[in-house]
């Protein structure tokens, strides 16, 4: 048993010494740098073998890293199956380029090859998905910092999105009846996520979690909006809408609820990369993109939470300038004869919650709103005679 032990290491350490076929993952004449591990220590740590006297560089503390010990043979492990996948990588990258000709041929005679760049896009992941360096930016890189141009991110990205992100959403836009209330489904495409940078205080600036109860102060100015396609999108003839409806609104006329059109954007470009939507891209792109501007949600005293309801539509073509057109009416918004009128099909959403609080009133005065209304629960007949 020991001689077997002894032999299986010997061949280990032969073949993680003998020169690789390809080296497709350090070759960056075709492929790009985003690929790479931007901190040089820790892809040192990673593709190499560690000193024992420093440890890895991606734990966050000397001590921590002096007290990481490698699996035995695990470094030979590790360099014999890099080389192993690398070699699979070079076949998959080089049928990617075939292929990538083949289409660069075609192109000159004016075919449409939409079918083609998807199997392109196949074999990159393929060349790429088990490449550690990969691996380690999507777990542990910023998400935002994610190159979205690569389709191997894209897939990552998607698969780590649809194991939680998408999830929580689905339950929430199904549990505070965003669907159907607003909408009546949704398949969602791309991933949608809202922050309010006009904020200092961390507990309000970062992206919000889909659902939450926020205050009226932390929602005051548009906010930043993030629509990540993980199909691939090229080109600024994508064009989005984007519409934050409250069908919470009282209506006092029916006793009952309407539904109130809060932003309103359209013919909004994006792609894979350049996919932000903020006030200095609109401020860029003019006026005509947003035909209703920004009011936040503003919920009256005494009355339940406010859903506002954040949905984005893709567009098959644009949009025309015209209020006419638009068929638009802030008050008593009927979004689905919108989306329908303009043959818009939703690719994503999220929601946020609103209740009366002490700083509605200020932003109320902000947006000439008025002081706003007190409900007060009144006793029936019957009560009062009871």
């Known amino acids: 048993m020991r001689r077997r032990a002894l032999a299986a290491t010997s061949k280990i350490s032969s073949l993680a010494q003998a020169p690789s076929v390809s080296r497709v993952w350090s070759n960056f004449e075709s492929r790009s740098p985003s690929l790479l591990i931007n901190n040089e220590q820790v892809k040192k740590g990673l593709l190499n073998k560690l000193d024992p006297k420093q440890g890895p560089a991606s734990y966050p503390t000397y001590e921590e890293r002096l007290q990481y010990h490698s699996p035995l043979e695990i470094d030979e492990t590790f360099a014999v199956s890099y080389k192993i996948l690398e070699e699979e990588a070079s076949r998959s990258f080089a049928s990617a380029q075939r292929l990538q000709e083949i289409k660069n041929n075609l192109v000159k005679e004016g075919k449409d090859l939409g079918h083609l760049q998807t199997r392109i896009d196949e074999k990159l992941i393929q060349a790429e998905i088990k490449n550690p360096e990969v691996l380690y930016n999507v777990e542990f890189s910023d998400p935002d910092s994610i190159d979205m141009s690569q389709p191997v991110y894209r897939h990552l990205m998607k698969q780590k999105w649809e194991d939680h992100d998408l999830m929580l959403l689905m339950q929430r836009l199904e549990q505070l009846h965003v669907i159907p209330d607003t909408m009546p489904t949704l ?65 006092l006329e029916t006793n009952s609820f309407t539904t109130k059109l809060h932003y309103g954007l359209k013919n909004v470009p994006l792609n894979n990369v350049d996919n932000l939507i903020d006030v200095p891209k609109l401020m860029k792109m003019g006026p005509k993109v947003t035909f209703q501007e920004y009011t936040p949600l503003t919920p009256e005293k005494n009355t339940s939470y406010q859903r506002a309801c954040l949905w984005v539509f893709r567009q098959p073509q644009k949009i025309a300038d015209d209020a006419e057109a638009l068929q638009l009416g802030q008050e008593h918004f009927d979004i689905r004869k919108f989306a329908q009128d303009h043959g818009l099909t939703a690719v994503g959403a999220t929601v946020w919650r609103q209740k009366f ?28 005679n009871f």
């Open 187 to 251: 398949d969602p495409k791309a991933e949608v996520k809202i922050k309010f940078t006009h904020n200092t205080d961390p507990l309000f600036k970062g992206w919000v979690v889909p659902g939450s109860m926020v205050p009226a102060h932390s929602v005051s100015k548009p906010p930043t909006i993030k629509v990540q396609e993980f199909d691939r999108i090229e080109g600024d003839n994508n064009l989005y809408t984007v519409l934050i409806v409250n069908p919470d609104t009282p209506n």
């Open 357 to 384: 609080d002490r700083s509605v009133p200020k932003v109320r005065e902000e947006y000439g709103l008025g002081p706003g209304r007190v409900y007060y629960k009144t006793r029936s007949d019957e009560m009062v």
